[in-house]
């Protein structure tokens, strides 16, 4: 939706943009809250949930990269040579915005993690016996003083997992870079 907005622009920048605002106006993490807490806490409706209330920010980002892309010279030396809309979008545009794709892809994973520890800390999330980092730490907060590391051991690896994913991330950015291909 984001490359055709940024590509076509008009009535369809106007529709993505009207619908980018109405999502981007609500607190997700309360509305997921609200939607897990009437529709029941299993893995896959907090995927689900979680996934749908996300999908912004891949918008955003890719509309703001092909307005910027579809004004490159290489873009009208592609139309001047007769190939189609699909064609521009599919084999210039697109290799073109994946790089930042996988920036806010990375961003978004870690997100949603801390997302998901957070409904389960707030006992809205996956229930017990399935194993979760924001529920250990919510069963563990009542003998945080006695026994601090049944905090602290959960915390520090969810801080590691978002800390690994964000690198890792990074890492991937700076491989498909633009900059770096031949």
């Known amino acids: 939706m984001g490359m055709l907005s940024g590509y076509y622009g008009g009535r369809i920048a106007h529709g993505t943009s009207f619908l980018l605002t109405c999502q981007l106006s609500l607190p997700n993490l309360l509305m997921a809250m609200s939607i897990v807490f009437f529709v029941g806490t299993s893995i896959p409706t907090?995927?689900?949930?979680?996934?749908?209330?996300?999908?912004?920010?891949?918008?955003?980002?890719?509309?703001?990269?092909?307005?910027?892309?579809?004004?490159?010279?290489?873009?009208?030396?592609?139309?001047?040579?007769?190939?189609?809309?699909?064609?521009?979008?599919?084999?210039?545009?697109?290799?073109?915005?994946?790089n930042q794709i996988i920036v806010v892809f990375s961003l978004e994973i870690a997100v949603l993690i801390i997302a998901?520890?957070?409904?389960?800390?707030?006992?809205?999330?996956?229930?017990?016996?399935?194993?979760?980092?924001?529920?250990?730490?919510?069963?563990?907060?009542?003998?945080?003083?006695?026994?601090?590391?049944?905090?602290?051991?959960p915390g520090a690896a969810l801080f590691l997992l978002v800390l690994a994913v964000n690198m890792f991330g990074d890492g991937i950015r700076d491989v498909t870079a633009p900059e770096h291909r031949n």
């Open 116 to 153: 998901e520890a957070s409904l389960s800390f707030l006992g809205v999330g996956v229930q017990p016996p399935t194993a979760s980092w924001g529920l250990m730490i919510a069963e563990g907060k009542s003998f945080m003083f006695f026994k601090p590391y049944l905090v602290i051991i």
């Open 46 to 98: 907090l995927i689900i949930v979680l996934g749908c209330l996300h999908w912004t920010y891949f918008m955003a980002v890719s509309r703001t990269v092909t307005r910027q892309i579809v004004e490159m010279e290489y873009v009208s030396a592609a139309r001047s040579i007769g190939s189609s809309d699909r064609q521009i979008l599919l084999h210039e545009i697109l290799p073109n915005i994946v």
